[in-house]
């Protein structure tokens, strides 16, 4: 399996940013996608998980500001956030398994996903 992100750089305060993130080689035809991040000094944080079979996960904190969607023909996981702030700066990194989210899905604990992108960078000033 492999996880390609694009989107990052940099955005204003209140802007919004998109994500995405193709993903191939999988077995499953219904892998579960999720989207994470980190910032400098702070554990991985989930923001949301979303798999073909529509079962779907996003955290509280962020579902106001946060759209996850999917094109379940490609593969290819998106990330809509918007109204961002500095505290969105971080690293953000696309994350999947090569079987359907679980019932636990809600929980987007980063050891639930074996494939991991490289990363991409956004910074919100």
């Known amino acids: 399996v492999q996880l390609v992100e694009s989107g990052g750089g940099a955005v204003q305060a209140g802007g919004s940013l998109r994500l995405s993130c193709a993903g191939s080689a999988f077995t499953s035809t219904n892998p579960c996608m999720g989207w994470f991040r980190q910032a400098p000094g702070r554990e991985r944080e989930g923001i949301g998980a979303?798999?073909?079979?529509?079962?779907?996960a996003v955290a509280p904190s962020l579902k106001d500001r946060v759209s996850i969607s999917k094109d379940s023909a490609t593969h290819t996981l998106y990330l809509q956030m918007n109204n961002l702030n500095p505290d969105d700066t971080a690293i953000y990194y696309c994350?999947?398994?090569?079987?359907?989210?679980?019932?636990?899905?809600?929980?987007?604990?980063?050891?639930?996903?074996?494939?991991w992108g490289q990363g991409t960078q956004v910074t919100v000033s």
């Open positions: 994350a999947a398994r090569d079987q359907r989210c679980g019932w636990n899905i809600y929980r987007l604990d980063p050891s639930d996903f074996a494939f």
């Open positions: 979303l798999g073909t079979d529509g079962v779907s």
